[in-house]
């Protein structure tokens, strides 16, 4: 048996945060199955695996967001989630296990580049995140 914790939350901390146990039995079921004889190297492959498996199972939602642990951070990631609410990852292996999924705010549109003065994806600027970066290098 295989026991690892997750938790998915909104990024605004909406009513959709929750968190979830995931025992999987050995017995396999569909989609466990299917990420046995399908995903052969997780690692970086978490959009091709996601839509490949969509189009097995179209029950599924596709979702993206950013994974956390411990030891990686914070990664853009894709995942599924079942009708239940369950989180079905099919490249989870890549991570350590009991991380964080963080669903992306689709209101935000498409990162411009990287701040230059923190590393954070930056939405406000190309070159800056946020107002209070560009206060923080006026003072450079």
Not at 60 to 68: D, I, N, P, T
Not at 75 to 81: K, M
Request: with cysteine; proline share 5%; charged share 25%.
């Amino acid at each position: 048996m295989w026991i690892g914790s997750y938790t998915l939350s909104m990024p605004s901390g909406a009513a959709l945060s929750f968190n979830h146990i995931l025992i999987v039995e050995i017995i396999m079921d569909k989609y466990q199955q299917w990420i046995k004889d399908n995903v052969t190297n997780p690692n970086l492959q978490c959009a091709k695996y996601t839509l490949e498996m969509l189009e097995a199972f179209p029950e599924l939602k596709r979702v993206r967001g950013y994974y956390h642990d411990f030891f990686q951070g914070r990664r853009p990631h894709w995942w599924l989630v079942k009708p239940d609410g369950y989180v079905i990852d099919p490249t989870v292996e890549q991570f350590c296990l009991g991380g964080e999924y963080e669903l992306y705010d689709e209101s935000l549109g498409e990162p411009k580049g990287k701040c230059i003065n923190c590393g954070e994806l930056s939405y406000y600027h190309m070159n800056v995140c946020s107002k209070k970066c560009v206060e923080a290098l006026e003072k450079d």
